[in-house]
């Protein structure tokens, strides 16, 4: 079991950033994939990036490419996504989740946090 914590969202203008993060708790982070997710209202949740187990391996939705970028701390169990250059259709809730593959984790599968409010004004 893996448990999932988002953090770091809030109101920012357009053309600001935010710093995501996702610490997880029970197993060690280090055996999973990692991936950000977002949710905007009316809309279905929508693959943001994905980060393999090693660090090795990234992969974004072409919306955010060039402007956002993941990466994970396994010796603390943390995942963040910066979040640069942000447009008002950045306005979702962001998730976090684990799972033991890559594929498994941009396919949306595996263990959720609970999200975070990202909210960018135009």
């Known amino acids: 079991q893996v448990q999932l914590v988002e953090s770091g969202g809030g109101l920012v203008q357009a053309g600001g950033s935010l710093r995501l993060s996702c610490a997880a708790s029970?197993?060690?982070?280090?055996?999973?994939?990692m991936g950000w997710f977002r949710q905007a209202p009316g809309k279905e949740r929508e693959f943001v990036a994905a980060?393999?187990?090693?660090?090795?391996?990234?992969g974004y939705a072409d919306s955010v490419k060039g402007r956002f970028t993941i990466s994970r701390e396994n010796a603390n169990n943390m995942v963040h996504l910066q979040m640069n250059s942000l447009k008002p259709e950045d306005t979702a809730v962001y998730y976090c989740n684990a799972d033991l593959t890559y594929r498994g984790v941009s396919e949306g599968h595996g263990y959720w946090g609970r999200g975070t409010q990202v909210t960018v004004s135009s």
């Open positions: 029970g197993r060690a982070l280090r055996f999973y994939a």
């Open positions: 980060i393999s187990w090693s660090g090795n391996s990234t």
